[in-house]
């Protein structure tokens, strides 16, 4: 009866009682991470927009379009990985009690992650409907703007999950909301081209993962592929492997003390 | 006997801080085993290391057979739980936090379909089956923190001081709850400061502080060894001649605690002769019990 569970899908309850908790509280859950940036994609596309017209050849709000995709998924992923898996982490002691089961703390921190990332898809994925209804873009390969949107979700829950590790009290995110998160999306090509930037800036900034997402979001959402888009993946790739690593290894430290 | 759980000069530090000096302990299977140990004795660090929570610098920990850490999953499969604070999940209902607990230990199909009746009829929540934890007593989530700990029929039960903060009517259900567990033949360790819960309910009972284990036997057999069988408090103002008692009951062991004065005493007939001479004090003649023993053992000094 109780037969070892395989090391694999161990993350699996985990996960699911996430989902179970979040389909009780999804309505206000929701508002947060989809209608939140679908306002600011609308202000500031229509808005906005108005003044601008057309920015890299496409109306306004095509271009913020791509951006705003990207940057949903990474509030939303961060949000989670941060406020709410701290919660559970240091506040409901739910991460002790998992371990009182047969499991161990990789498998929460998959568990957490993969279900941070969902969180980011979902935003996503909704501006992403919203944009096709809106006929922002008609473009079908704008679906492919999904698996940007997805590795988007995967790097910002590992690197939210690195502060949650850190953190000692909830006020301690403000520090990462302000000083990471909100520069990011500024330099990241998610309102204006990196290009307007001073060089040095964006030399930095092309190396972030949102620009690197936003850098492959953007011609895929308006229907061309994107010119080199080794890089940006690599840039997403190492990001995301080299956060989860951190994040476990700083989580565990917390755990052993 | 087959030993349930085997500690071998084990030894575990955090940072500056000597958890565990030497601990060498051995729980037969079918024993209730009480640890009794002033705070920071290290109690919590020993459930820690039940659990490979943690591994030891020093010694070898075996539980159910198995060498812990190195199989700390598989024991834990085997285990049940009760964590010092519930922690029961405040999201989900009664029922829902035993069906995702069943699940974290791979229970599915079988036993997590299975009707979770017979554990909330356990813990005596039938009627509170889709309630939320917030609508819970202290005692009710005590109860359910049990029910929980024995979703995976487990062999052996670890409870962290199971009836901290609990009433005394909550606190004797916990203990009847306990007996029953032990009545199916599962074995339990459990943690506590409450002498009177070990001596109800523990076969027998280590006392711990420091790190180091200071005795171990029976309740009844630790008493009889350490204290004498009579004892009578008396409450004397600080201010009052101190000289009263010294000349009633000299040759019998005394101890001064602030205002309270105790003593020690193998004949009955004794103690109630001081106890009439004390009239005019706040006196009482008690059988000596787990707490003179633990106090004499670890001193009376408080630790935070």
């Known amino acids: ?257 | 006997m087959a030993a349930v759980v085997e500690l071998e000069a084990v030894g575990k530090s955090f940072e500056q801080f000597e958890a565990i000096k030497d601990l060498s302990l051995r729980v037969e299977a079918g024993e209730c085993f009480g640890l009794l140990g002033p705070n920071g004795a290290g109690k919590s660090t020993t459930v820690k290391l039940l659990l490979g929570l943690t591994a030891p610098d020093r010694g070898q920990v075996t539980v159910l057979g198995l060498p812990v850490p190195e199989h700390a999953l598989q024991v834990r499969a085997r285990t049940g739980v009760v964590p010092q604070h519930d922690a029961l999940d405040p999201d989900f209902t009664v029922v829902e936090n035993l069906e995702v607990y069943a699940r974290y230990f791979g229970l599915r199909a079988a036993v997590s379909r299975a009707d979770p009746t017979p554990l909330l009829e356990f813990a005596g929540l039938l009627h509170k089956r889709d309630a939320r934890i917030s609508e819970l007593s202290g005692g009710m989530r005590r109860r359910l923190s049990l029910a929980r700990a024995l979703v995976n029929d487990p062999e052996l039960l670890l409870l962290d001081e199971p009836t901290t903060g609990l009433d005394p009517q909550a606190r004797h259900v916990i203990w009847e709850r306990l007996r029953r567990q032990l009545g199916r033949g599962r074995t339990i360790v459990l943690t506590t400061h409450f002498l009177e819960e070990a001596e109800r309910l523990c076969d027998r009972v280590a006392i711990i502080d420091h790190g180091r284990c200071i005795a171990v036997d029976t309740p009844r057999a630790l008493i009889a060894a350490h204290v004498e069988p009579h004892v009578v408090e008396i409450s004397l103002p600080t201010r009052e001649s101190p000289q009263w008692p010294i000349e009633h009951c000299e040759g019998e062991r005394r101890e001064r605690v602030g205002d309270l004065l105790y003593i020690y005493t193998p004949h009955g007939a004794r103690a109630e002769r001081w106890l009439q001479a004390a009239s005019r004090y706040r006196a009482l003649h008690r059988a000596a019990n787990l707490d003179d023993v633990f106090l004499k053992l670890t001193g009376r000094d408080l630790r935070d």
């Open chain 1, 1 to 257: 009866m109780t037969e070892p569970v395989p090391a694999w899908s161990r993350f699996w309850p985990i996960y699911r009682r996430n989902l179970l908790v979040w389909r009780r509280l999804a309505p206000a859950s929701l508002v947060g991470n989809v209608v939140e940036p679908l306002i600011t994609l609308l202000a500031f596309g229509y808005g906005l927009g108005s003044l601008l017209r057309e920015v890299e050849g496409v109306p306004y709000i095509a271009f913020l379009a791509a951006g705003s995709l990207c940057m949903s998924a990474t509030m939303a992923a961060s949000f989670e990985s941060l406020y709410s898996a701290f919660s559970r982490m240091h506040v409901q002691k739910t991460w002790e009690t998992l371990l009182n089961a047969p499991l161990v703390l990789r498998d929460i921190l998959i568990a957490e992650w993969l279900w941070a990332a969902s969180k980011g898809v979902l935003s996503g994925c909704a501006i992403l409907l919203v944009a096709a209804l809106l006929n922002v873009s008609r473009e079908p390969m704008m679906l492919l703007t999904i698996p940007v949107i997805v590795a988007v979700g995967l790097c910002f829950a590992a690197m939210g999950l690195i502060i949650n590790a850190i953190a000692r009290s909830y006020d301690f995110f403000n520090f990462y909301f302000t000083l990471v998160l909100m520069p990011m999306i500024f330099i990241s090509g998610v309102y204006y081209p990196i290009d307007q930037l001073p060089s040095w800036l964006a030399l930095v900034a092309s190396k972030l993962p949102l620009a690197a997402a936003v850098d492959l979001a953007r011609p895929l959402f308006l229907g061309h592929w994107p010119t080199d888009p080794l890089p940006s993946v690599l840039i997403i790739l190492a990001w995301t492997m080299g956060a989860l690593w951190w994040a476990h290894h700083l989580t565990a430290r917390r755990f052993r003390s």
